[in-house]
C-alpha cells in the first residue's frame, strides 16, 4: 500500500532515507520535464533538478504541511528555474515588438528565424510545428516562460502558480497576456 | 483601450480561469465580434499546438539525474556531520577566548597541512592505500561515510570473497566474503551509486553465486537490488538484478519490484522476464495479492507485446 506525502516526510525526519526517494520519485519526472521545457538545455536541466531535491531535502525539516507537499516543491522549483544562471547564452532574447504598447498600429519586427519563408502558405509538418513552438518560447522572458510552461503545459491554475512564484495573481495574468501575444506574433504565419 | 479587456478575457477563457459572470461577458462580446471570434480559433489551435509540442523526459537522463543526486545528498550528509561534530565540540569547552585562540591554531595547522601537501611528493602504491577501518565500517552502516570510484577484485572464481578498492577522502580497500555486514554495505553502495556498469554488473553476478548458495542478505540489500532491477539505466545491470531478486524471497518488495518492470520498463526482455518470474511463482505456489492481479489486468490491455499480454491474462485466469 503507498504512504500518502505526509507520510513519508514523517518517515523522513525519523531517519529513513528510503522514504525520502520514495518521495523524489513521485514527483521527479515532472520537475526534471518543467526544467528541460524552460532550459532547453539537458545540463541545465540537470542542475536545476539537483538543486531543486538538495533545497528540499535541506529543507523539509522546517516544511509546516500548511501547504501540500508538491505546491511547496514546485515552488522551489519555480524559484531555481527563475535564478538559474545560465552556462552559456544559447539563443539571443529579441524583442519583436518595436515597443511594448499592444495598441500600437506599428507593425510588430519579427526575426527572420519566427518566420519559415517558403512555407508561409502551406500545411506545417506537426514536428516542425513543435519546433517552432519551442524556438518562439525563446522570446519569452523567464517570469513569462515560466507562467506559460506551468499553465499550459503543466495545466496549474493561475492562483497556484502566484503562490509558486510568490506574487499576486494579477502579475502571473499579466505575465500570460505578454506571453500569449508574444507567441502569437511569432507564431503568426501559423494561426 | 476597451478590446484589449476582452482580448485578456479571451485568453483567460481559452485558459478556463473565469467566472461565470465574465465567461458570459465575453461569449455575449465573441458574438458580436469577428476579430474575437477569428482570434478565438486561432488561439486556441496556438494552446493545443504548445501541449502537443510536450516531450517525453529520456529515462536515460532520469536514471542518470537520480543517482548524483544519491551522491550528492550522501556528500551533504558527510559534510554536516563533520562541521556538526566539530562545532558541537568546540562550543561545549571552549571559552570566548579560547574559541580565539582555538581558530588560530587550526588556521595554522592548517597552513603546515597545505604546505605539507604542495611540497610533498608522494606516489600511489598499493601499500599506501588504507584498509577500511572498523570505525569507518560504523560510520559507512550509518549512512556518513562517502564513497566513490568503485575499482573491483574477486580473489577467487565462482565465490562470493571480494577485495573492493575504493576512494573515501583517501584511497581504501577492503576485503571480505559478503556474509560479512560491511561488505554488503559497500556493495549496496556500488550497485546503487558508481557510474561504472560493469561495476555494478561484476558485483551483481558476485551476489547471484552468494545468493544461489542460499545465504542470507539483509533487508536493505535486498531492497537495493530491487531498486537496481527497477531503476537502473543499464539494461544489463537491470536483467542481473532482476535475476538476483529470483532467488529471494518472494515478499511484498520483490513482488512490487517485478510489477513496476511489467508496467514501466522500456526494454521488452525485460518485461518478459518479469512477467516469466511471476508465472514461475505462480507455478511454484506462490499466491498473488490484489494489487498484483489489478495490475496485470491493466497489463492485458496496454502492453505492447502479445506474449506479455498473453502471459499476464493466463496469470489472471490461474489466480482465480
Known amino acids: ?191 | 483601450m476597451e478590446h484589449l479587456y476582452y482580448e485578456e478575457l479571451l485568453i483567460l477563457k481559452l485558459s478556463d480561469e473565469l467566472n461565470s459572470e465574465q465567461f458570459t461577458e465575453i461569449e455575449n462580446h465573441i458574438l458580436n465580434c469577428s476579430i474575437c471570434q477569428n482570434e478565438q480559433i486561432a488561439l486556441g489551435k496556438l494552446f493545443k499546438d504548445v501541449k502537443n509540442s510536450e516531450k517525453e523526459v529520456p529515462m536515460d537522463l532520469l536514471y542518470s539525474v537520480r543517482r548524483d543526486l544519491r551522491k550528492n545528498l550522501e556528500l551533504e550528509n558527510s559534510k554536516s556531520n563533520i562541521f556538526e561534530n566539530i562545532f558541537g565540540f568546540a562550543k561545549n569547552i571552549f571559552t570566548e577566548n579560547l574559541k580565539f585562540v582555538g581558530a588560530s591554531f587550526a588556521i595554522f595547522i592548517v597552513g603546515i597541512f597545505i604546505g605539507y601537501k604542495f611540497l610533498n611528493v608522494s606516489s600511489q602504491s598499493e601499500n599506501s592505500i588504507n584498509i577500511l577501518s572498523s570505525a569507518d565500517a560504523v560510520k559507512l552502516e550509518q549512512g556518513k561515510q562517502f564513497i566513490s570510484g568503485f575499482k573491483y577484485i574477486t580473489t577467487e572464481s565462482n565465490s562470493s570473497n571480494l577485495e573492493l578498492f575504493f576512494e573515501s577522502v583517501t584511497p581504501m580497500r577492503y576485503a571480505s566474503d559478503l556474509s560479512d555486514k560491511t561488505m554488503q554495505k559497500l556493495v549496496e553502495h556500488a550497485i546503487l551509486r558508481d557510474d561504472n556498469p560493469g561495476i555494478r554488473l561484476q558485483l551483481l553476478n558476485t551476489v547471484a553465486i552468494y545468493i544461489a548458495e542460499k545465504k542470507e542478505i539483509s533487508n536493505s540489500f535486498s531492497r537495493s537490488i530491487a531498486k537496481v532491477a527497477m531503476f537502473d539505466e543499464n539494461p544489463g545491470v537491470r536483467r542481473i538484478a532482476l535475476e538476483n531478486l529470483l532467488h529471494l524471497p518472494f515478499d511484498n518488495e520483490v513482488r512490487s519490484a517485478v510489477v513496476h518492470i511489467l508496467g514501466n520498463d522500456e526494454n521488452v526482455g525485460l518485461r518478459t522476464s518479469a512477467i516469466n518470474f511471476l508465472t514461475t511463482k505462480t507455478l511454484n505456489g506462490e499466491s498473488l495479492d490484489l494489487e498484483t492481479k489489478t495490475a496485470l489486468k491493466k497489463f492485458t490491455k496496454n502492453d505492447k507485446n502479445d506474449y506479455i499480454k498473453l502471459q499476464a491474462a493466463n496469470l489472471i485466469e490461474e489466480a482465480k
Open chain 1, 1 to 191: 500500500m503507498s504512504l500518502n506525502d505526509t507520510k513519508l516526510i514523517q518517515m523522513f525526519l525519523k531517519g529513513d532515507q528510503n522514504a525520502f526517494e520514495e518521495l523524489v520519485h513521485r514527483y521527479d519526472k515532472r520537475v526534471l520535464a518543467l526544467a528541460l521545457k524552460f532550459t532547453r538545455d539537458k545540463d541545465e536541466a540537470k542542475d536545476i533538478y539537483q538543486e531543486v531535491f538538495i533545497r528540499v531535502y535541506k529543507g523539509l525539516k522546517n516544511f509546516e504541511s500548511r501547504s501540500q507537499f508538491s505546491t511547496w516543491l514546485y515552488r522551489i522549483t519555480t524559484n531555481v528555474c527563475l535564478t538559474q544562471q545560465s552556462r552559456k547564452k544559447k539563443y539571443q532574447h529579441i524583442s519583436i515588438y518595436d515597443s511594448q504598447n499592444y495598441d500600437d498600429d506599428e507593425t510588430p519586427g519579427v526575426e527572420a528565424m519566427l518566420k519559415s519563408d517558403s512555407r508561409t502558405n502551406s500545411r506545417v509538418e506537426g514536428r516542425e510545428i513543435k519546433e517552432r513552438v519551442e524556438v518562439a518560447m525563446e522570446v519569452l522572458s523567464k517570469q513569462e516562460k515560466i507562467v506559460f510552461t506551468l499553465r499550459h503545459l503543466e495545466e496549474f491554475k493561475l492562483k497556484e502558480i502566484a503562490n509558486m512564484m510568490e506574487c499576486a495573481e494579477g502579475t502571473v495574468k499579466k505575465y500570460l497576456f505578454n506571453a500569449t501575444q508574444k507567441m502569437r506574433v511569432a507564431l503568426s504565419d501559423l494561426y
